[in-house]
């Protein structure tokens, strides 16, 4: 992956699990794709269930967003401070503040198809934190019904970033990590955590193509990228799934002969009534 100045930049040891070729940086960046650094996952996990509290709190703008959080305490956090600290975090996973082009979409998906968002929340968490998509290749390869426990995902962060985090932090991220994998719906079990198949709704597909896109995919690499890997779809379902989003006007697909276009930019915009995304 490059950068406008065409110097690469690092991203960890999956990159190219979440990068094709066309990937710019300045690009990734303004659709709301973070790229290297740490992220909430270092003292929280997904929070899905404050997210979707939140969420549903009736509000859109940044100020609403944390005035709702932490004067209304729509989040449920016993105190003043634990509610800042939440929403800190949470602002940050997720773009609440900013409201980039990811998040602005996430919030015109999630008000319609309530049975998406926990993968919904999943990819944006992913596509804001790096720490988090280090872990995703555990959860990919893991078949249904295999036990995956927070070591695992210790072992991953350890392989990309050898000596970075000592042994308490290590074994703290790494459980945040799973937890967010369990909420997400891929792992279930409190303690012992087992590997359970994920199925996306249509709009979450289309959400995914259109991270894919904005993440340098074209074509069929979109089919076969991080973003439908997680999604526990194959290239052929992922194709299938994209034209169940097509029938609702969330993505445009076309074959011929051995040639597959994929367009999910402007009948995603056009439907969420949201801005062309000219840069993606």
Not at 25 to 37: A, N, P, Q, R
Not at 200 to 212: F, G
Request: aromatic share 6%; proline share 5%.
């Amino acid at each position: 992956m490059a950068s406008s100045s065409g110097s690469p930049t690092h991203a960890g040891q999956t990159a190219t699990l979440w990068f094709g070729a066309r990937a710019e940086d300045s690009k990734l960046s303004s659709f709301g794709i973070k790229l290297s650094g740490g992220g909430a996952h270092q003292s929280k996990t997904m929070m899905f269930a404050e997210l979707e509290a939140l969420m549903g709190a009736g509000v859109s703008t940044p100020e609403e967003f944390r005035s709702a959080a932490i004067e209304e305490n729509a989040i449920g956090k016993a105190t003043s401070n634990t509610r800042r600290l939440t929403y800190r975090h949470m602002a940050s996973l997720y773009g609440l503040g900013d409201q980039p082009p990811l998040t602005k979409t996430l919030m015109k998906i999630w008000k319609s198809d309530i049975q998406g968002r926990r993968l919904q929340a999943l990819l944006v968490a992913l596509a804001r934190d790096p720490l988090l998509r280090e872990t995703a290749p555990v959860v990919i390869a893991g078949s249904v019904g295999q036990t995956l426990q927070w070591p695992l995902f210790g072992e991953a962060f350890v392989a990309a970033f050898p000596e970075r985090f000592s042994e308490k932090m290590l074994r703290s991220l790494a459980q945040n990590c799973a937890s967010s994998w369990t909420q997400s719906g891929h792992l279930k079990g409190s303690v012992k955590k087992l590997r359970q198949r994920v199925m996306p709704t249509p709009p979450t597909v289309a959400l995914a193509a259109l991270i894919a896109t904005a993440s340098g995919f074209g074509g069929p690499s979109i089919l076969s990228s991080g973003w439908m890997k997680v999604l526990d779809l194959a290239p052929e379902q992922a194709l299938d799934a994209l034209r169940r989003a097509e029938a609702i006007g969330l993505a445009r697909v076309r074959s011929a002969g051995d040639v597959t276009e994929i367009s999910v930019r402007q009948p995603m915009a056009a439907a969420l009534g949201v801005p062309e995304l000219e840069h993606v």
